[in-house]
């Protein structure tokens, strides 16, 4: 017996450095089963190793804090493979409660309210411990029993939800719970003297890791593996706010290697001119002058026959108070290159410069639009939302042409090229709420409403001065203000009537219907009839009145899309 709870703790221990090796993501909760699992299982090595009965019940308390903790970190596991999150309150109360219900076992050899007069003996060499159990004996298998159906509530929960679960991995989490949980009452009621729970707290600690593994490895943030990449290639000086030097990263260390000799607090002295002039001077400008985004403008500067553009960004506290600043240093040079070539084409290459261009364009209408779709695949109850609005804009733009608003055809194209980028802004929102598959509290939907704001924010700093002016403010009007209403009950700025863009306008009621027409989480798909009902009676309080009258007659080509798309 005493090999078998040797191989054990070898075994849980072996566990616990490849947990270590292989986890990206650090998953605090498994580390912690693993730690409990290695301790509780020395403290049943430790039992058949006892002598007497001072040793044997110090090693008594080492093993059961698997039985005290394991239930319910299991429990946790169960819940973030099906994406449930445990409010912090309640994660630390039931801390605290099985914390106290191993202060209980802690009380054994000392009173008698967890083991009643506890004796040493040993068979074939193994150390055990003969005992009446206590009256907090209880709280045990309470916990144990309550941890399972909890997590069996959570499971069903969950698969009601149709949330995204692997279902094959929850099953055999769960049955692998029940097993445990079942050996150990078989073992306590038939009184079986051989402890099998080492093994039991092993193969548990195994099929989490397992299937956590696999889980984190499938739902990678792969937004945040890109960003990191190309943070890897800009050079990074951070200055408090007395502009004295307070680090820098690698990448920045190449560009100028002087910098390894600055005193991190101090000011930088001993610069050479060329950093002085194109690091330096750019930042004592802009410590001087208000913070805006129009202020901020790249220095260009070139170094080593390469160019570089510097940029300088403040760092704000808690109150939007500035407290130091971060100068980006980025490496354009094959940026200017490509437009060095540019400008030597001739006349002879006017055509193909026409053709590269529409290229250009195609390539870079895909590319914003796979960066909606990449934001819309966090989204777990808008899917083909931002294709099917896309569309509906231009059936509505070719309706509105048609009408005696007298728009600009050039306009309603901006208009349509547009409509990909309204939800933008979701990717700053929180994948708790964005993939959260049933109605918004108060709190949460006021932290959804913040996306139009971000995205507009976003579609500028990626268009300016990349895309014609009009382009930009088309498409920053259609990201930040497609929620407002007519009526003033919008959101983000409350805009009433004409206040509000006419591009927003348009998004509006293409955003709206679809969002009528499409299932979501929390509603089945309207018929067309009720939607376009809806649209109709909200005329004046929620849409423009003359666009609803021009989108009301797109209902024949507004079915048919809808009809062949499903």
Do not use: W
Not at 24 to 47: D, E, F, P, T, W
Not at 492 to 500: H, N, R, V
């Amino acid at each position: 017996m005493i090999g078998f709870y040797m191989c054990c703790f070898i075994i849980s221990f072996c566990l616990f450095v490849f947990q270590i090796v292989i986890d990206r993501r650090k998953s605090v909760n498994q580390y912690i089963m693993l730690v409990c699992v290695i301790i509780a299982n020395g403290g049943y090595l430790a039992q058949a190793c006892s002598q007497n009965l001072s040793e044997i019940l110090l090693a008594v308390k080492l093993s059961y804090v698997g039985g005290c903790f394991l239930p319910m970190l299991f429990f946790q596991t169960i819940c973030e493979i099906c994406h449930v999150k445990i409010r912090t309150a309640l994660k630390n109360t039931l801390y605290i409660f099985q914390m106290l219900a191993y202060g209980a076992v802690c009380t054994v050899g000392i009173t008698d309210l967890y083991y009643v007069n506890p004796e040493f003996y040993t068979e074939n060499g193994v150390g055990h411990v003969m005992k009446t159990y206590g009256p907090l004996h209880i709280l045990l298998p309470f916990t144990m029993y309550g941890y399972v159906i909890a997590a069996i509530i959570t499971a069903l929960y969950s698969l009601r939800k149709k949330r995204s679960v692997n279902k094959k991995s929850l099953m055999i989490l769960l049955f692998f719970f029940l097993v445990a949980t079942v050996s150990y009452a078989v073992q306590k009621l038939l009184k079986i003297n051989v402890e099998i729970t080492p093994i039991i707290y092993t193969v548990l600690v195994l099929a989490s890791m397992i299937y956590v593994h696999q889980s984190n490895f499938y739902t990678v943030n792969e937004n945040e593996d890109i960003v990191k990449k190309q943070l890897n290639k800009v050079g990074f000086i951070t200055f408090n706010s007395n502009l004295r030097y307070m680090g820098c990263n690698d990448v920045a260390g190449k560009i100028f290697p002087e910098i390894v000799d600055f005193k991190l607090g101090c000011p930088v002295e001993n610069a050479s001119e060329e950093f002085k002039t194109n690091v330096t001077d750019v930042l004592k400008h802009y410590a001087h002058i208000t913070h805006s985004e129009s202020e901020r403008k790249a220095r260009s500067f070139q170094k080593d026959g390469r160019r570089y553009e510097c940029v300088v960004h403040p760092l704000l506290n808690f109150r939007k108070s500035c407290k130091g600043y971060t100068v980006e240093i980025r490496d354009e040079t094959d940026h200017y290159r490509a437009l060095e070539l540019s400008e030597n084409f001739n006349k002879k290459l006017a055509d193909d410069v026409d053709k590269k261009t529409k290229q250009i364009r195609d390539i870079q209408q895909k590319t914003i639009l796979g960066m909606a779709q990449m934001v819309e695949s966090r989204d777990l109850s808008t899917g083909g939302h931002i294709r099917r609005t896309s569309e509906v804009v231009r059936i509505f733009s070719r309706k509105l042409l048609q009408s005696d608003m007298d728009f600009d055809p050039q306009f309603l194209d901006l208009v349509i090229r547009s409509a990909p980028m309204h939800d933008l802004g979701k990717i700053g929102v929180d994948d708790a709420i964005l993939r959260k598959q049933s109605r918004f509290t108060d709190e949460e939907y006021s932290k959804m409403k913040v996306h139009s704001e971000i995205g507009a924010e976003i579609v500028r700093k990626v268009l300016t001065d990349v895309e014609e002016k009009e382009f930009v403010e088309v498409a920053s009007n259609v990201a930040h203000y497609h929620h407002e209403k007519v009526n003033g009950k919008g959101y983000p700025d409350g805009l009433t009537g004409d206040q509000i863009p006419v591009e927003a306008r348009i998004m509006a009621l293409a955003d709206v219907f679809d969002a009528l027409v499409s299932k979501r989480c929390y509603k089945e798909a309207f018929s067309f009839d009720k939607a376009f009902e809806i649209i109709k009676n909200d005329s004046g309080s929620h849409f423009d009145k003359k666009l609803t009258e021009v989108f009301l007659q797109c209902r024949p080509e507004l079915e048919q899309f809808y009809s062949s798309d499903v």
